[in-house]
């Protein structure tokens, strides 16, 4: 059988990804210099995202090659099949890792298919590329075929989100301290999209939450290909009030659409921070 497995930053909601034969591979996270092993079904969203308002410090590691031996073995050892869904390469060097850890295996595992593809996107950018494979699988699709068409449609899969505080921006060397705090005087809330190389870019600035979501509206509207027959991705940094205004939003317009809403994990939070709200959808190509 096709084992489909992406990293926990794809940030599906665990009860959707057991419904949907989804593995999320756990990462290392460090909390004030303390490293813990971060998977979704521990992770408390309220817990580490009132953690970072209160000043905790956090940070991740790329996966390394050798944690993918060991998390893809026993399902080729069972006989299985694998396609992986990775963070973004622009973002991480987990993908490039991936690589590695599959060579070694090929050689080894000489009967069984390995896919690593590079999601270009995080959070539920990712997952929802992964929600489409699965829907794939599901539907009985070869393992060649699932993958073309994985490493097609990622190109389709738009990125946008918006940040609450600059600070985390700041911290990722996002923006100038200078920016920072203008900004933050001016109550301004950029959004940001996840470019076609896979990393993350400025869009445009807006002054004030409410503004913020209409933007993100807007760039589904200017960029999005028949939204009202698709399956909706929506993530947050413990913000679900506003996801929900956000979903609204776009129901109000596309009533025919359905929806994911998730939590930003803790890979994605640490750099965006409380109050990210991030929203996905099938396109156009995305910008270069």
Known sequence: ???????????????????????MMPMTLSVNNSEQKYSAENFDAK??????????????????????????TPYLQNG??????????????????????????????TNCKIHSIDSLGASLGEGLLV?????????????????????????????????DDLKYLLQGGRVSKTSAIVGTLLNIKPVLQCNAEGKLVPYQKVRGRKKAIKAL???MNEYGL???????????????????????EISSIYPNCTFVIGQIGAVIGSHSGPGTLALFFIGEKRFV
Not at 53 to 69: M, P
Request: hydrophobic share 40%; proline share 1%; with cysteine.
């Open 131 to 163: 929600l489409k494979i699965a829907q794939k699988i599901k539907e009985n699709c070869s393992f060649d075929d699932i993958v073309k068409y994985a490493e097609e449609i990622k190109h389709n899969v738009m990125l946008w989100f918006t940040v």
């Open 47 to 72: 817990e580490f995202y009132d953690g970072m308002r209160n000043g905790n410090i956090c940070s991740t590691s790329q996966i390394n090659a050798d944690s993918y031996i060991n998390f893809f």
């Open 80 to 109: 299985d099949d694998i396609i992986y869904v990775c963070l973004s390469s622009g973002l991480s060097g987990s993908y490039n890792n991936s690589l590695i850890a599959i060579d070694e295996l090929k050689k080894e595992f």
């Open 226 to 248: 028949d939204i009202d027959n698709q399956e909706i991705c929506i993530s947050h940094c413990d913000a679900l009030e506003d996801a929900i205004i956000l979903q609204n």
């Open 217 to 219: 509206v807007e760039c």
């Open 1 to 23: 059988m096709i084992r489909l497995i992406c990293d926990v930053c794809a940030d599906i909601p665990v009860e959707i990804a057991k419904v949907r034969n989804i593995i």
